[in-house]
């Protein structure tokens, strides 16, 4: 159980392009998802936490406008990278816990995004 | 502020050997989690082991075990009769009762196994 997946698992668009990256939790439901980055032999960097029903939650320094976060249900959580550029190519990775036990999250496959 | 830190960017093992990672982490709460998960070439974070900081007893899966010193604020791993299948980045990471699992990551350590 416990099963978080990520779609698509690659993607390679053009520079001035948006980019939607879906985060499902397939056996359990969570009203708050995670989404991070994470650049090569370096560790993960929160982007934002994701609500259910509500507005997501942006760390510092992270454009809302750029990565925009809905969370509409449940299950699923999207991230959207609007007019993407060569700089936003990277690993994006989703968690989300069980409602109770929410302190142990399970993590996405990841998302390899390249942007040409 | 809250941090973790893991001081050895790589590490190396010979296959069957024993390996400890370190980390040091810093909070002023008393309730909290501290966890390792290990990040594989495939990228899949995948849960270790996991400790409260409530319990004494230190946790241990299988191979693996930890070294939970609270007063010291240290959470090392020991990989135990080290596998191939072990070489990985592994991240130890703190998260508190009531954050709604939001995680602070250590920097990682890279682990290689030889054989």
């Known amino acids: 159980g416990a099963v978080v997946s990520q779609h698509p698992s690659w993607v390679i668009c053009k520079s001035g392009t948006s980019v939607k990256i879906e985060c499902r939790s397939l056996d359990f439901q969570a009203t708050t998802m995670f989404w991070y980055r994470q650049f090569p032999k370096q560790s993960l960097m929160l982007m934002a936490t994701?609500?259910?029903?509500?507005?997501?939650?942006?760390e510092q320094g992270v454009e809302k406008d750029k990565f925009l976060i809905n969370h509409a249900s449940l299950t699923l959580s999207t991230l959207t990278v609007t007019s993407a550029h060569p700089e936003d190519s990277s690993f994006y990775i989703c968690?989300?816990?069980?409602?109770?036990?929410?302190?142990?999250?399970?993590f996405g496959p990841g998302t390899r995004l390249l942007v040409l | 502020a809250q941090t973790v830190t893991q001081s050895q960017p790589e590490m190396s093992v010979q296959e069957a050997e024993t390996v400890t990672l370190s980390c040091t982490y810093d909070t002023s709460e008393s309730d909290y989690y501290l966890f390792w998960y290990k990040q594989p070439p495939s990228r899949q974070m995948i849960l270790v082991i996991r400790q409260e900081a409530y319990k004494q007893q230190n946790a241990t899966e299988n191979r693996f075990s930890v070294n939970f010193q609270k007063a010291a604020k240290s959470f090392s791993l020991k990989i135990s009769d080290s596998q191939l299948g072990d070489a990985a980045m592994y991240f130890c990471v703190l998260t508190f009762y009531n954050q709604g699992g939001k995680l602070i990551f250590g920097q990682g350590t890279e682990l290689s196994v030889k054989p």
């Open positions: 994701s609500n259910e029903g509500s507005k997501a939650t942006y």
């Open positions: 968690s989300a816990g069980i409602f109770s036990r929410q302190e142990t999250q399970y």
